[in-house]
């Protein structure tokens, strides 16, 4: 047997107090005067000695009354493992506070059954200990190890957070965390739900170096539906164009859902109405038509009613509307009648120069620039393509029959695009298409092998120059290239090697012409998301502006953020980390600029399938690391004590006690009703 708290021994020392009131007794006796004492004497002498008997079987029973409460409160235990008792340990304690432990059970919320379970741990080990506490959020006043009291606040803090942690990112931390005790032995406790999501199918087995505890707690069982994700079908909005939008839902409950309604909130007003049925764990796609009525940014969500879970009830998104997408184009003799025609459409606000009447402000203000047949492009124009096409413009060379080697060396140069060498005069055709090049995205439903392509009697070889971001999107009978596309800066060049002249090529009047010149149009490299989900989404991408000033994120007034930024490669990066916890519309803004973006939760915690007892129970028996704990509150503590320190014998010791307590008062009652009798005999 051994004590683990030695110290009360001292408390021995109150034993001096009975022995001290036994040799001493101060009682009064009183004086009775008899006129012959002789038969007295030998009565007086006979009850001397049971009184003194009695006397010390009380003093015994008091001494070993006080004994044994001593050795309780100096709670004696057995083990077998002595040094798990005097080593001081490591306890890691994770909560899990993801949106799924919002939910209850009979007892109440997940959360605040977490927050108890996690108490008990701190009350079942040594202040000797050390702790460290975990949850979702990886707060960094977590990250280190505390004692008793702080972990304790810790506990008392946490809340239900947006953020969803994989189990092995929290093994992951808890590792690095403990590296300054190397040889400490430390045990992991997870207090979760254990939902599959987050606890991979091997979890169990990421570190096997500690003993890790499972404390799983588990809601009622429910259903779910879930706004799974959604997306415009269009990069492009035009004021007055039709949008479709496309969503998914999945039904995670057993029964089939039928005629739930969804909306569409557009700047704060229904746009769109429709209603959706599910079969149960199945997963549907649907679609909302609405039209774009304001240009700007439009702040959207497309929404249902489900009160089970409500968090993913919405889907925040935002997308900008622009009145046209301008096409610039700039010619040297005659303007091309094709392209004037092809760009006439609504989509469309069109404008040609010659290249002497140009004027340069105009280029950055366009979505699409072709240079059509320019023999001599001055060094100015090359400069300012050169940052339109930088800064995200697309840009469209056709080259002339007669061009200046020199100055489109310069313009290849200053564009990271192959030069043109030669002039060709061959009858040759178009022989390969690259259908999967963004540019032909839904053009085509099936290509077959008979398919008339154009041909090309005039063309420019290219400098066989190895490009990163060279596409090829048409290809000769000669493997040469006819169209190809290349990335400068955060824009698009699509290189033709033939002009557009009837004696050199008849693409601008094949069918491809207008699919292809359409969607250089319309096409934008700086397409963004229309929204971002949190944890997932670490960094946001913008374009690099001249503005140097603080980039900020605010929402409503409420929140106010200064995220840390870089700039690389003319592209600027807004790290959010963990700065963001609530799903809706936020604005990034340097004070010149602002713009919105959307965050929604991650959809993992929407998954409600969990790790049943029995699967744990399994892992558990498998396993000599893994312990699974079923126990609650005070039982639950107390297993963990006896884990920790072996078998305590404190409430035995106890026991004995109150059992010596009652005997000293039965002993006691007894004594004093046989004086009486003896009195009243006399």
């Known amino acids: 047997m051994r004590l683990l708290e030695p110290y009360f021994l001292y408390a021995f020392l109150a034993l001096v107090i009975p022995i001290i009131i036994h040799l001493f007794s101060f009682q009064k006796h009183k004086i009775v005067h008899f006129s012959n004492v002789a038969f007295l004497k030998q009565i007086l002498q006979k009850k001397n000695n049971i009184t003194k008997l009695q006397k010390l079987l009380l003093l015994l029973t008091r001494l070993l009354l006080i004994s044994l409460i001593i050795v309780a409160f100096c709670e004696p235990y057995i083990t077998k493992n002595e040094e798990s008792i005097k080593n001081k340990k490591i306890i890691g304690i994770y909560i899990d506070n993801s949106f799924s432990m919002n939910a209850e059970n009979e007892k109440g919320r997940l959360i605040d059954q977490a927050k108890n379970y996690a108490r008990n741990v701190l009350n079942a080990h040594n202040e000797s200990d050390e702790f460290i506490?975990?949850?979702?959020?990886?707060?960094?006043?977590?990250?280190?190890?505390?004692?008793?009291?702080?972990?304790?606040?810790?506990?008392?803090?946490?809340?239900?957070?947006?953020?969803?942690?994989?189990?092995?990112?929290?093994?992951?931390?808890?590792?690095?965390?403990?590296?300054?005790?190397?040889?400490?032995?430390?045990?992991?406790?997870?207090?979760?739900?254990?939902?599959?999501?987050s606890f991979e199918e091997e979890f169990h087995l990421i570190d096997k170096s500690f003993t890790t505890h499972l404390i799983p707690i588990n809601s009622y069982p429910k259903g779910n539906i879930v706004l799974d994700t959604c997306f415009l079908e269009s990069p492009n909005h035009i004021l007055g164009g039709q949008e479709w939008l496309n969503f998914y839902m999945t039904?995670?409950?057993?029964?089939?859902?039928?005629?739930?309604?969804?909306?569409?909130?557009?700047?704060?007003?229904?746009?769109?109405?429709?209603?959706?049925?599910?079969?149960?764990?199945?997963?549907?796609?649907?679609?909302?038509?609405?039209?774009?009525?304001?240009?700007?940014?439009?702040?959207?969500?497309?929404?249902?009613?489900?009160?089970?879970?409500?968090?993913?009830?919405?889907?925040?998104?935002?997308?900008?509307?622009?009145?046209?997408?301008?096409?610039?184009?700039?010619?040297?003799?005659?303007?091309?009648?094709?392209?004037?025609?092809?760009?006439?459409?609504?989509?469309?606000?069109?404008?040609?120069?010659?290249?002497?009447?140009?004027?340069?402000?105009?280029?950055?203000?366009?979505?699409?620039?072709?240079?059509?047949?320019?023999?001599?492009?001055?060094?100015?124009l090359i400069n300012q393509l050169k940052l339109y096409t930088e800064n995200g413009g697309n840009l469209l060379i056709i080259p002339s029959d007669s061009i200046h080697k020199e100055a489109y060396k310069d313009l290849s140069l200053k564009l990271n695009i192959p030069e043109y060498l030669e002039y060709h005069s061959r009858n040759l055709k178009v022989a390969k298409l690259n259908t999967n090049h963004s540019i032909f995205k839904d053009v085509f439903e099936k290509q077959t092998k008979d398919t008339n392509l154009p041909d090309v009697n005039q063309y420019y070889s290219i400098k066989n120059t190895n490009f990163n971001s060279e596409e090829q999107i048409m290809l000769l009978n000669t493997n040469e290239p006819f169209i190809s596309s290349y990335i400068n800066g955060l824009g698009s060049i699509y290189l033709l090697c033939s002009p557009l002249k009837k004696k050199a090529t008849n693409l601008e009047k094949h069918a491809l012409f207008v699919p292809l010149l359409h969607n250089m149009g319309i096409k934008n490299i700086l397409q963004e998301d229309i929204y971002y989900t949190l944890g997932n989404t670490k960094v946001i991408e913008i374009q690099n502006q001249s503005n140097i000033k603080q980039w900020r994120i605010q929402k409503e007034g409420t929140i106010d953020l200064l995220p840390e930024v870089k700039t690389i490669n003319q592209k600027i990066y807004i790290n959010l980390q963990e700065l963001i916890q609530e799903d809706g519309f936020y604005t990034l803004t340097n004070e010149d600029q602002n713009k919105i973006i959307s965050f929604?939760?991650?959809?993992?915690?929407?998954?409600?399938?969990?790790?049943?007892?029995?699967?744990?129970?399994?892992?558990?028996?498998?396993?000599?690391?893994?312990?699974?704990?079923?126990?609650?509150?005070?039982?639950?503590?107390?297993?963990l004590k006896e884990n920790r320190y072996g078998l305590h014998l404190w409430h035995i010791f106890i026991l004995f006690s109150l059992i010596l307590l009652i005997i000293e008062s039965l002993l006691l009652k007894k004594w004093k009703n046989k004086a009486h009798l003896e009195l009243d005999t006399k």
């Open 133 to 197: 506490y975990l949850s979702n959020e990886l707060q960094g006043k977590h990250q280190r190890i505390l004692d008793y009291n702080k972990c304790l606040e810790a506990i008392d803090q946490t809340s239900i957070e947006a953020t969803v942690l994989e189990i092995t990112s929290v093994v992951n931390r808890w590792n690095t965390l403990k590296q300054s005790q190397i040889n400490t032995n430390s045990e992991l406790f997870i207090i979760s739900d254990f939902q599959k999501t």
């Open 251 to 380: 039904n995670r409950s057993n029964e089939d859902l039928e005629n739930l309604t969804v909306k569409l909130i557009i700047n704060g007003k229904q746009k769109a109405l429709s209603t959706i049925s599910i079969k149960a764990q199945e997963t549907s796609s649907s679609k909302l038509s609405f039209n774009n009525h304001s240009i700007g940014t439009q702040e959207a969500f497309i929404e249902i009613k489900d009160p089970i879970i409500p968090f993913d009830n919405k889907l925040f998104f935002n997308f900008n509307v622009k009145v046209s997408n301008k096409v610039l184009c700039i010619y040297e003799e005659n303007e091309n009648k094709y392209l004037s025609t092809l760009f006439q459409d609504n989509v469309f606000e069109y404008l040609s120069y010659k290249v002497e009447m140009l004027d340069l402000s105009k280029l950055n203000q366009q979505n699409l620039i072709i240079l059509d047949g320019i023999t001599h492009p001055t060094s100015g």
């Open 600 to 639: 929604n939760y991650n959809r993992l915690e929407s998954n409600l399938a969990t790790w049943e007892i029995e699967e744990l129970e399994k892992i558990n028996n498998q396993h000599n690391h893994i312990k699974l704990w079923k126990k609650e509150g005070l039982q639950f503590e107390k297993s």
